[in-house]
């Protein structure tokens, strides 16, 4: 259900020992029916609903950007990952069902990796089956006009060509249920290379500039150079080289080594730069021509002056075009690949995904904390747990009714995260997983699994991306 941006799920061995998780596990229980999932009720003693869109942290979320469309036009909206969303003109209604007119906002966020599921709190499994969805590429897309909320037009679909990191055809397109938080299939679609990133990098590389060759002074000169003799009055466009003596840039035809050059009378005379840097001299007539690469060589009375000008005006217009687009790369590379597209008719949360069967090993656990987690009984009921599975991509969530159905698959990356009060977290790493004994679990009934307790206080998408990095370190 997710994938790492750019990062490798790695081992990690807590440092803390933190809260003690006791687990016991019937691996039998693969083949028995899930049952609904009962979840603790709130201060009034009102049950919480089934599934809710409910982030785990308070005041952490996956921020929403906003774009400012004109109704009449409609427009095409790019996004750092390099996905695109195409707006019709025209395609807004109020609540009424009257067409809107002028500006309106469009508000668009995606999720990608398991720190946007966390953050986000949206549900990502059937509790009821105990399937869980392998995700590639989500989103959530809304709009408002003077704050309040706008609908699609009936005969309008806004095109969502969603980035996505995970290849395959295998996943579905699945759009969340506003009320009871289930996913309805709308159907399918192959991915698609994300031709955009390829041609601006394509581009990238036609468009960088040849360094800017460094004057150079007679007296410093390696190779041969000669003056060429031109009538100024009939090649003004050389004029700019007056004054200026050419070395032989070791590159083509020596003209030391062709003397019959400097014999001959030339019809035409060109300079023209070249990719290498140098010039290309090409002289010709009615019955031959010669070329060769070339570069200029200054007096020395001139040199101070053409150097201070080469470093302060070429140099510096190279290295700022040089930087820009060494940013510009950095950011296409950072997009997808593959693009997901998919006609929506509405607002709303969208996942392209494939659901799992349940078929791990199912543990009943008894969490308990230590004292750098200061809970307590009645806090404990709040806390969310967080399965995350590298291989498969995916994240289920788990309240503290949940846990007597939790389960994991041995074969798989696994880290488990607790969410803590006031932000902290607990973590049960991947190397702990591969740490357990399966056969001694099986013989027990039961595994203890001791979670180390994070300090820090989670308040930022960043802080969360760390801790989970850490959960999957060597």
């Known amino acids: 259900m997710m994938t790492v941006k750019n990062k490798i799920l790695r081992l990690f061995t807590p440092v803390v020992a933190g809260a003690a998780l006791l687990a016991a596990c019937d691996s039998n229980s693969n083949n028995q029916k899930n049952q609904a ?205 007056k004054g200026v003596v050419w070395e032989y840039a070791g590159e083509g035809k020596n003209p030391e080594k062709n003397e019959w050059i400097f014999s001959s009378d030339w019809d035409k005379i060109k300079l023209e730069k070249s990719p290498t840097g140098y010039f290309e001299l090409i002289l010709s007539n009615k019955e031959k021509d010669f070329k060769t690469l070339v570069r200029p060589v200054l007096s020395d009375e001139n040199y101070e002056e053409a150097l201070a000008a080469f470093t302060e005006t070429k140099m510096k217009a190279y290295n700022e075009v040089k930087k820009a687009q060494k940013d510009e790369r950095e950011r296409l590379v950072a997009q997808a690949n593959l693009v997901r597209t998919f006609n929506v008719g509405g607002f709303g949360i969208y996942n392209w995904d494939i659901w799992h069967k349940p078929g791990r090993t199912r543990c009943a656990a008894q969490p308990k904390f230590d004292e750098l987690a200061k809970v307590n009984s009645d806090i404990n009921k709040k806390i969310s747990y967080f399965l995350v599975m590298g291989k498969q991509h995916s994240v289920v969530r788990y309240r503290p009714t949940d846990l007597s159905k939790f389960s994991f698959d041995p074969v798989d990356e696994n880290a488990l995260l607790a969410i803590l009060p006031e932000g902290k977290v607990a973590i049960f790493s991947a190397k702990d997983f591969k740490a357990l004994n399966l056969e001694q679990i099986k013989e027990d009934g039961h595994a203890l699994m001791e979670m180390a307790t994070e300090i820090a206080t989670i308040s930022s998408v960043d802080g969360l991306d760390e801790v989970i990095d850490r959960a999957f370190a060597i």
């Open 37 to 241: 999932i009962n979840l603790p009720t709130d201060e009034q003693g009102i049950e919480a609903p089934v599934l809710a869109v409910s982030p785990p942290i308070q005041g952490l979320d996956i921020p929403f950007q906003s774009y400012s469309v004109a109704t009449s036009d409609g427009m095409t909206i790019e996004t750092a990952t390099g996905t695109t969303i195409e707006i019709p003109a025209n395609a807004f209604v109020d609540k009424d069902g009257n067409p809107i007119s002028g500006n309106v906002e469009i508000k668009f966020r995606e999720f990608h990796d398991a720190t946007d599921i966390i953050a986000s709190g949206i549900p990502m499994h059937d509790p009821e089956t105990g399937e869980y969805m392998e995700t590639a590429g989500m989103f959530e897309i809304k709009g408002e006009q003077a704050g309040q909320e706008i609908f699609v037009k009936g005969d309008k679909d806004i095109k969502v060509n969603l980035a996505s990191f995970n290849e395959g055809n295998q996943f579905n397109f699945y759009k969340l249920g506003p009320k009871d938080c289930r996913w309805e299939d709308k159907g399918t679609a192959a991915a698609t290379p994300n031709v955009k990133k390829q041609e601006r990098l394509a581009a990238l590389d036609a468009a960088l500039p040849p360094v800017p060759v460094k004057p150079r002074k007679h007296s410093n000169v390696e190779n041969f150079v000669f003056d060429l003799d031109v009538n100024y009055s009939m090649f003004p466009e050389l004029k700019t080289f």
